[in-house]
């Protein structure tokens, strides 16, 4: 058995393990074990690392690490708050009359022709080192005309063996600004930015001409020098102070400038990218960042793995030491003053697979995970006061949760062109609000978001300006306040409101014919069916016939942008928090139908209109929250929107994972957090012990299943040779028997 | 056998224009380019002069197979279709539409899918044929009919629970090897013993069976009954007769997949993790990213037809009887 066990499983484990200790199932090299790595992963790859074209969350939490916009939110504090990155101090809005005197801070919006932002970063700062500043004895560049022979054995950035870095400079924050522009860059800011920017519709159209004019003589990959192009909106004023020109007023570009939009891109690694044959390498911008910030990307393969290390010229920064009264208490505050970044390297491993990437967590590969629905019950229970927690099985691990409401919402909007729950008349507000009561989100949250979000009140989310909690604020058309908390009409309010809409228990008073409504949802697998037989229940209470339409993401698109769609779900996650940023989403003029925008459901109210465009110029203020609440009575009236759920994110984390506070609108908080290395090999070591007898048990099955059929083989065997051997079969005429 | 070889590969040149006209209808009746594009540039802020920008700049602005607004040959030439398949014929599979170099990711996902689907292909073979024997020589025993048992068994299981199981079993429960992921060099072999040996038993029920088949229907013909009466043993007959003439129909079956095998598996290496081919055909579908798509199917029909090729020319190997013309 032993010698059965040496040389056919021996080999086998040999191959496992490529070094003792090492548990055999640990996907990473053994030489890691223990280092200050942080071990995360990724499902979907990213299509952009441009600062300028990527806009996915997937995407900002690589992009967030590696480049330095001028600003950023503070970690710890809420509700969420901006604070200098790179900036020497916070800048100051200055507003400017049509003469061009400047005006007064409390100046009526109206009068302000524009607004200057005068930014001054903070000398010393430096890029992490890249191939594109690499320059001879000579001082000149030596990457920046590479020829076809140069590249023959470059396949990736790191090919390039010699590095080079530079001071971050004014210059770097303007020339990103000017890419916003770029004909050939497709940045997803750059119709909203143009109305803001001053002159960037104008440069857009002037690069388009440039390009054009290069294409002729240098080909359309040509290095188009931004530089000799200048934007009234985006000028250096001296090496560390640039000024952005804003048409009129926007408080919320300052939320603007903490994404990577408005990071610093060198001029030399544009000019660097731009050379032949690069881009036939996959060797981009696009996929090679080149940031200021804490971390830098040392490996790309988004099909298998990328690795951010900590940048060595990164300028430094103290971990903060103010928080939240509670942070203290959770630990959070123990690192406060000491510099960071605290992990060495961030490994992202592709697992496009929940089950195999829920395993890794559990076995310890990787630090953090989120909740799929399949594992929720495995992962959370509830206690009797209904606070969500670990299961004992997630404790006896060491596991946490930790949970925040995220600044999104999803919900159900009415088509407002439709003729049967669209318009602002009587009978089809009353309509939409006898839906509101009856689709019971708390019933939804529960069934199918696992307790994970909360019934929404109106469109904005909760920790963003604007937003009551408790009794004040209460949808009235959809709850009453009972017992210090909302309780939601009972459905007879609903039916009185649906006979009151012309539409007595479901049906049409006029017709006699029964109310049927369409939901336009897009194409769905088996597992939905569930929800959306829910959602016709709740149509049901008040005998509406509910129709689904399903369809798939693109023409569910197309139909609601042609305004084709009666009833369908969508959601929204917060660009900053502005309540400015989900109002805007009920505003007339951002009709999907017409001005292509950001209103699916084609709400047009002229008092909220005129109310939004006084509110989204106004700071933070009590005059402010008043009209917000305004606003908000009228949109529960209307009831464009069934206003659905706050999701809240749960997140799973290792007892070495240090420094945790989730925050849905910072991105760069790799930076902050700390791991534990030594517990964590201590844990993997302890939790992923091969178990061999199962192997053994098999292996024996085997050779037991083999004996009798080995014998009964013999056997016959020798039964042949046994009937060739025997006189009968010698004798004449035998075989013929 | 060369002008048979030269007037299959001529055959195959319209056999292609037709997958990539399939191809190209049904990818099209599902997504517009405006769908591309606005899948490319995200759902938040997409102007429709961006979504005009992005298909210029990929050519999708041009009619799709009729441009009526051009003369001559051009009203064919200058459209979406000819535009995009014409560069395939000579391997110019273009960029994808996140602006990637197709080429270059097939070069570099091909190994790590052989790196499963050979070992996958070898060893099943062997094991197949090795357990369909062992089930011919006991034909209408136990051990046959349960093997046979088995093998249904085993064919009735989606090939999704083999993986999920096994990962389970084996990487969870066990901790004997990673549950996913994949690496370069020798540390590709820890990651690739789990998919390679559930590769293995997914396909082991229908393959072994088939074979079975194959060599019980062999055993029944003239030949071996006569060298059974000349007193051969069992294990000769089998593997010296049985085994050598029921070659033509395995080869049938194995040889066409030989080229395929650089495809790899869609399911399997999304499981797994493994930077394959088959990974980047179902990220290109899900993506909606045409280019993508028509290079891995223009390449799927090509890998195809070389392997019914290959399995005619095997033929003339392994049956002397057979001539190509």
Known sequence: ?737 | MLNYIIRRMLYAIPILIGVNLITFTLFFVVNTPDDMARMQLGIKRVTPEAIEKWKHERGYDKPLMFNDSEEGAAKFTRTIFFEKSAAMFVFDFGRADDGRDIAHEIKARMLPSLAIALPVFLLGLIVYITFALVMAFFRATYVDFWGVVLCVALMSISSLFYIIGGQFLISKLWHLVPISGYGGGLDAGKFLVLPVIIGVISGAGANTRWYRTIFLEEMGKDYVRTARAKGLPESIVLFRHVLRNAMIPILTGAVVVIPLLFLGSLIAESFFGIPGLGSYTIDAINSQDFAVVRAMVFLGSLLYIIGLILTDISYTLVDPRIRLE
């Not at chain 1, 030491?321 to 592709?350: C, N």
């Not at chain 1, 600044?407 to 602002?424: E, H, K, Q, R, W």
């Open chain 1, 1 to 737: 058995m032993k010698a059965l066990f040496k040389y056919l499983l021996a080999p086998l484990v040999a191959l496992l393990s490529a070094c003792s200790g090492n548990p055999w199932n640990n996907p990473y090299p053994a030489a890691d074990a223990g280092k200050n790595i942080l071990y995360s992963a990724f499902a979907e790859r990213p299509k952009h690392l441009d600062p300028v074209q990527s806009y996915s969350s997937n995407e900002i939490l690589l992009t967030a690490q590696i480049y330095e916009p001028p600003l950023q939110y503070h970690y710890l504090k809420r509700p969420y708050m901006l604070i200098p990155a790179t900036v020497a101090k916070m800048p100051v809005a200055q507003y400017f009359g049509k003469n061009g005197a400047q005006l007064p801070d409390d100046v009526d919006a109206t009068q302000i022709a524009y607004t200057i932002y005068e930014i001054s970063i903070k000398p010393g700062i430096r890029y992490q080192p890249h191939p594109a500043f690499a320059r001879n004895e000579q001082g000149q560049f030596l990457y920046h005309d590479l020829t076809a022979g140069d590249l023959t054995e470059v396949y990736k950035l790191a090919d390039l063996p010699h590095t080079g870095t530079r001071e971050l400079t004014a210059e770097d924050y303007v020339f990103e600004i000017k890419r916003l522009a770029h004909p050939r860059l497709h940045s997803p800011i750059l119709g909203l930015m143009s109305d803001y920017i001053v002159g960037l519709k104008e440069y857009s159209a002037t690069l388009k001409a440039a390009a054009e004019a290069q294409d002729g003589q240098q080909g359309s990959d040509a290095y188009l020098d931004l530089n000799s192009h200048p934007l009234e909106g985006a000028q250096v004023v001296d090496a560390h102070t640039y000024r952005i020109k804003i048409k009129g007023k926007y408080p919320q570009f300052m939320y603007w400038l903490a994404m990577p939009f408005f990071a610093p891109i060198p001029w030399e690694a544009e000019r660097f990218y731009t050379q032949k044959g690069l881009a036939e390498k996959n060797i981009t911008l696009d996929w090679y960042p080149v940031g200021t910030g804490p971390y830098m990307l040392t490996e790309n393969d988004p099909n298998r793995v990328m690795i951010l290390d900590k940048n060595p010229n990164f300028h430094g920064e103290a971990y903060p030491s103010e928080g939240m009264p509670k942070d203290e208490q959770a630990g959070l505050l123990a690192d406060a003053g000491k510099p960071m970044p605290f992990i060495d390297r961030v490994i992202f491993s592709r697992d496009k697979e929940s089950i195999p990437r829920w395993n890794k967590f559990l076995q310890g590969y990787y630090d953090a995970s989120g909740i799929g629905s399949d594992s929720f019950d495995q992962a959370v229970q509830l206690t009797g006061q209904g606070e969500a927690t670990v299961t004992e099985a997630m404790k006896a691990q060491g596991i946490r949760l930790e949970t925040e409401v995220a600044t999104s919402t999803y919900y159900m909007g009415f088509n407002m062109l439709d003729p049967v729950v669209g318009g602002l008349s009587k009978p089809a507000r009353k309509l939409r609000q006898a839906i509101s009561i009856a689709v019971d989100y708390e019933e939804y949250v529960s069934i199918f978001a696992n307790g994970r979000g909360i019934p929404a009140q109106g469109p904005i989310a909760p920790g963003i300006f604007g937003h009551r909690d408790g009794r004040e604020g209460v949808n009235p058309v959809v709850y009453d306040w009972l017992h210090d908390r909302p309780q939601r009409k009972p459905i007879a309010t609903a039916k009185a409101l649906l006979a009151e809409a012309g539409y007595p228990n479901g049906m049409d008073a006029k017709t006699g014919a029964p109310l049927v409504l369409y939901f336009d949802v897009t194409a769905r697998g088996a597992d939905d069916k569930s929800s959306l037989d829910w959602m016709r229940k709740q149509f049901q209470k008040l005998n509406i016939q509910l129709v689904v339409r399903s369809t798939d993401y693109n023409r569910f698109q197309d139909k609601i942008r042609k305004g084709n769609a009666q009833i369908f779900e969508w959601g929204w996650n917060a660009d900053y928090p502005d309540p400015e940023n989900f109002l805007i989403l009920l505003s007339g003029a951002e009709r999907k139908v017409d001005n292509d925008g950001q209103n699916s459901a084609n709400y047009d109210n002229p008092e909220y209109n005129r109310l939004f465009e006084r509110m989204k110029n106004m700071e933070d203020s009590p005059e402010r929250q008043k009209i917000i609440d305004h606003m908000i009575d009228i949109l529960r009236h209307d009831s464009p929107w069934l206003w659905g759920y706050h999701p809240k994110d749960y997140g799973l984390y290792h007892a070495w994972y240090g420094n945790v506070k989730p925050n849905k609108l910072s991105n760069n908080n790799i930076k902050y957090y700390r791991i534990d290395g030594s517990l964590r090999e201590q844990k993997r070591r302890e939790w992923n012990e091969p178990v061999l007898w199962p192997a053994v048990l098999g292996l024996l099955a085997l050779v037991a299943s083999l004996v009798p059929a080995i014998i009964a083989y013999r056997r016959r065997e020798q039964g042949t040779g046994t009937r060739q051997a025997s006189p009968a079969a010698q004798e004449p005429g035998a075989g013929n028997a």
